[in-house]
């Protein structure tokens, strides 16, 4: 009978005080004295629940026996069988509504910190140099993969271990997408989402950067000419939503999409030794609840901003944003401003930001996503003292994965149309996963998206389904 | 990739660079740009196509050294390579046969012009040519707009080459003497001068085409960044534009997003200056 230890090893991190001025992770991760001290809580359920919580089933009780055993190559290997991403899901997948939400130990005691564990073993293998598996001989086949985000990468790396040829095609200049240009360095090092593509083109898998689909080719031109058997699409959710209030043009008012590009992309943390500058603000103002809004208020803060304040319309138990991450940024000195609004951006005659107005919200009846509808209080207006405003309202597909895509099927939302099991989108020989099809979601989804569009373009590609499967 | 094959110094500071990019090359179209960045720690600027060559695989940029990464791309020679460059961006020139129409290029809008100007003297139409600069050292191609017009009007500021005018006269005076044989007018330069050469058209209703020019990061639609309003509605220069109706453009707040980093520009320049001299 497996010892219960009822509470989680402690992770070293950084002092909010001292790490709000710097980009540096701030989970620093266990050692292996306490990996194996987490380890041991894992109880080795016959019926484990937790593996049915992973959108990419990990044997979750396997890679952690492994590690209680000391026998760290085969934690990876466990570990790898699954997930090709591994240090980058173990920090940024939300375990808490995942895996360790199912965790048994959790029904009476602090859950297995899966996500800690797997971080520390995907670690181990990257400091090593990341093991590549035997691959297959070649099929002969090519798949075109338009992304190098999360969904593209395990899209291309399973059908390579299934020894298909893989080119991925990525507009930006660094591969990741999200992970590269969204998620900060202090909560996914940039040089971790290097180290994780490399693995991805140590498998043989072809990245071209700089290769915009839709322009410099098109699908249809894949397909064609150049004679691909088969596309997957995992451009992302891309195109920044803006609110439509008066003053939101002025000079000061960033997407929290070109807020974080400009800050981790381009390191713009690092202007002037990098060219890329940005605005830091005095008194910044993030309007959203997500993990993208505590992102660019801590990011804000990171900068040099005097004050970083999230401005949402609903209130605490309805924010999106992950609960670690919201605690990290009340940590940190995030204000935060529930149930309010922004109506107005006020500018000066030069055009820059002077502040902007707000109403405050009370809560009414649930919409269909079942949160609480937010309802202004009439009379309730007042001004903030801002000088920089981020909008980190969502985010959608940028529709450029549809020219040069004919017959691509496209949802009323303006997500590309596909069956979520299989990723088959009404184009023959195309799959979409990830938030093309889902529209902005987490990096564990579309790992999972990435996964069942792999097999089943393998199935494709074998000949076991033909186009005439297409219905 | 991203080779420089040659380098030409047009005037003392707008420079020539041709560019091997084979992919690119196929299949950019007049009014496209592209993105490049200099080097790794270098910020994405856009640049207009200026030339193309399908079969040899290479584009042609023509760019004035105004500030940090336009100078430091004025030092690279033949035989560098940029650190990245993507492209076709943007949407290109609608071509068409309109009838007679007028291209007007000013300072370096000469270059982005010159394919616009070519590929509607090849649709048939009787093209009008007005090219502009502030003096004789910053004019350019006046040979290649020759060559792809009916007619050319060259003018300078000073007066010290052609004729002593802003583009906006002789425009103005086009419009006047034959504005009802004028189907569309072109104008691409600094954003003031598209400005006054919209004004200008307005009144005798004749279409204006303009090519934005606000500061870009990604240049595929992700950011926002170089957003504009035309017609009271919020548009993305990169994947809306680059071109756009002038009469339609909000040119002041066009100008004012171009000015958010002057501050930081004015830093980097400085500094490039001092540590280029050490």
Redesign the interface.
Known sequence: MAKVIPNRVEMPRQKPEVRRHNFNEVAVGFDMELAQAEAERCLQCKKPRCIEGCPVMIDIPGFILKVQEGDMAGAVEVLKASNSLPAICGRVCPQETQCEELCVLGKKHEPVAIGRLERFVADWDLARGATIPELPPPTGKRVAVIGSGPAGLTCAADLAKMGHEVTIFE???KAGGVLMYGIPEFRLPKAIVEAEVDYVRKLGVDIR????IG???TVDELLGEQGYNAVFLGTGA???L?M?IPG??C??V??A??FL??TNL??AY????????I?IGRQVAVVGGGNVAMDSARCALRLGAGEATIVYRRSWEEMPARAEEVENAEAEGVIFKLLTNPVEIYGDE??WVSGMRCIRMELGEPDESGRRRPVPIEGSEFDMDVDVVVMAIGTSP???VFTGTEGLGRTRWGTVAADEETGRTTKPQVWAGGDVLTGAATVISAMGAGKRAAADIDRFLRGEITVEDWA | MYEILAKEDLAPITKLLVIEAPDVARKVRAGQFVIIRVSEEGERIPLTIADYDRQAGNITIVFQEAGKTTTHLGTLGVGDRLASLTGPLGNPTEIEHYGTVVCVGGGVGIAPIYPIARDLKEAGNRIISIIGARNRELLFWEDRIRFVSDEVIVCTDDGSYGRKALVTEPLKEVLEERGHEIERVWAIGPAIMMKFCSLTTKPFGVKTIVSLNPIMVDGTGMCGCCRVEVDGKTRFACVHGPEFDGHLVDWDLLMARQRIYLDEEKRALERWLRTSDE
């Open positions: 507009s930006l200049h950067l700089n290769s915009i322009r410099l080719f891309g195109l920044p803006f439509g939101e043009n000079n000061g960033y997407s999409n070109e590009t400009r381009m390191k690092l202007f002037p030794e990098y060219d890329t500058p605005k030069k055009g940028n529709p450029m």
